[in-house]
Nanobody, 124 residues
Framework: VQLQAFGGGLVQAGGSLRLSCAIC????????MGWFRQAPGAEREYVGA????????DYLDAVKGRFTISRDNAKNTVYLQMNRLKPDDTAVYYC??????????????????WGQGTEVTVSS
């Protein structure tokens, strides 16, 4: 199973970006899909995740109300819509796949597969 994240770029504060994560060699509908980010010099941080059915995504408090995770199982793709971006959102964003229970979604070692990361830079 390979994950490929794309859609990052440079955006001004207050702007929007949509990241996509495509799965190859597997079926996205069998996995919970998570998004993580890592800023320079910082540890990898959980952003959120969406279960295989698509219901009740989970989010980091700092992104609630601004970020939305969705999935299109027919396209084997998961999305991270990021609105009202802030400079603190600057990071490399990774998608990941797990079959762990919801209480483990925020734990990076619980995710079996990882994408290569896509860089998001938010200028002030």
């Amino acid at each position: 199973v390979q994950l490929q994240a794309f859609g990052g770029g440079l955006v001004q504060a207050g702007g929007s970006l949509r990241l996509s994560c495509a799965i190859c060699g597997g079926t996205v509908r069998t996995y919970t899909m998570g998004w993580f980010r890592q800023a320079p010099g910082a540890e990898r941080e959980y952003v959120g995740a969406i279960g295989w059915s698509g219901g009740y995504p989970d989010y980091l408090d700092a992104v609630k109300g601004r970020f939305t995770i969705s999935r299109d199982n027919a396209k084997n793709t998961v999305y991270l819509q990021m609105n009202r971006l802030k400079p603190d959102d600057t990071a490399v964003y990774y998608c990941a796949a797990t079959r762990a229970v919801r209480s483990s979604w925020s734990n990076p070692p619980s995710h079996y597969y990882w994408g290569q990361g896509t860089e998001v830079t938010v200028s002030s």
